[in-house]
């Protein structure tokens, strides 16, 4: 399955991160967040980087508005899920607060949706416990810290061979 569209659920300090590099590749973003707050000040985070990048002409105006046009952020889980080909879920670090995401990405996601967690220390079997679908559940690291800009520009086809973990 071609990754078009990613759900990232979690708008605060990596999930933000995540939605950047994103609709930098490329991709369509929809960033949830049950906070509205958290939702404004990633999109202005995610504005001030770009401009920043326009002024040191690492990227054009057209490129910007581009990714912008790519980036649509929402309060409503649904919204997030119903069309994604991968959902990212980077909300607290909390096991209960993560496998009630996940129950819910069970409920709200396409069959073939894969679901991957940024945790950075639960275990992901623990997190995919919860629900039926464990063969579409891994885990992610972090290629968007890279500053190899060609391996920022394609991070699923870099990481997933390598770096993902299943859960099943
Ligand atoms: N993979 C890594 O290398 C790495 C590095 C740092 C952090 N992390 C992990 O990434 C995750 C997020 O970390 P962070 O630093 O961005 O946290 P953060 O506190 O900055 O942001 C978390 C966001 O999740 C939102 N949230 C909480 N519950 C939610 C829910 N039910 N639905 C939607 N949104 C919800 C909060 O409103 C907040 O905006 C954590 O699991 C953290 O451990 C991973």
């Known amino acids: 399955m ?15 991160g995540i939605a950047q590099v994103s609709i930098e590749a ?10 509205e707050n958290a939702l404004l000040k990633a999109k202005a985070g995610i504005e001030k980087n770009f401009n ?15 990714a912008l046009a790519h980036l649509v952020c929402t309060t409503n889980l649904l919204t997030a899920c ?13 096991l209960e607060i993560k496998q009630d995401m996940f ?6 996601c396409r069959p073939e949706t894969i679901l991957a967690s940024n945790t950075s220390a639960l275990p992901i079997t623990e ?12 885990g992610l690291l972090r290629p968007w810290s890279m500053s190899n800009k060609s391996a920022r520009k394609q991070p699923w086809q870099l990481i997933m061979p390598v770096l993902l973990s299943a859960a099943c």
């Open 52 to 66: 920043k990048m326009v002024g040191k002409g690492k990227m054009t105006e057209a490129e910007m508005t581009t």
């Open 127 to 138: 997190i995919g416990s919860v629900i039926k679908r464990k063969d579409k559940v891994i």
């Open 2 to 16: 071609e990754i078009q569209i990613i759900g990232v659920i979690g708008a605060g300090a990596m999930g933000s």
């Open 82 to 94: 119903k069309d994604a080909d991968l959902i990212i879920e980077s909300v607290f670090e909390n």
């Open 26 to 35: 490329g991709y369509t973003v929809f960033l949830q967040d049950i906070n």
């Open 103 to 108: 129950r819910e990405f069970e409920r709200l």
